[in-house]
C-alpha cells in the first residue's frame, strides 16, 4: 500500500512539474488605480491555489472550534452524570 502511495505522489508531482514548465509565460496581473504585477502564469495560479486552499481552512475554523467545544462541554456533562441503574431481567417462566 505505501509503494502505491508513493507512486501516485510521484504521478502527481510529475504532472505539476510538466504544467509549470509548460507555462513559464509572462503574465500581467491588473489590480485597481494602475497598479499591475507581472510574473509567471505557474506562479500566478500558484498563489491563487494556496490563497484559496488558506481562505477555506480559515472559513471552516470556526465551526470546527465551535463543534470541539460542544463536545467538551457534552463529555464533562456525561462524567458528571449518575450511572445508570439497570434493573436484572426477569426470567420467564419456563426458560432456562
Partial sequence: MKALTWIVRLLLFFAALTFALKNTDAVTVRYYLGLQWQAPLVLVLLIAFFLGGIAGVLLTLPPVVRLRRQVSRLRKHAAAAPAPV?????QLPGAL
Fill in 86 to 90: 439497570v434493573d436484572e431481567p426477569k
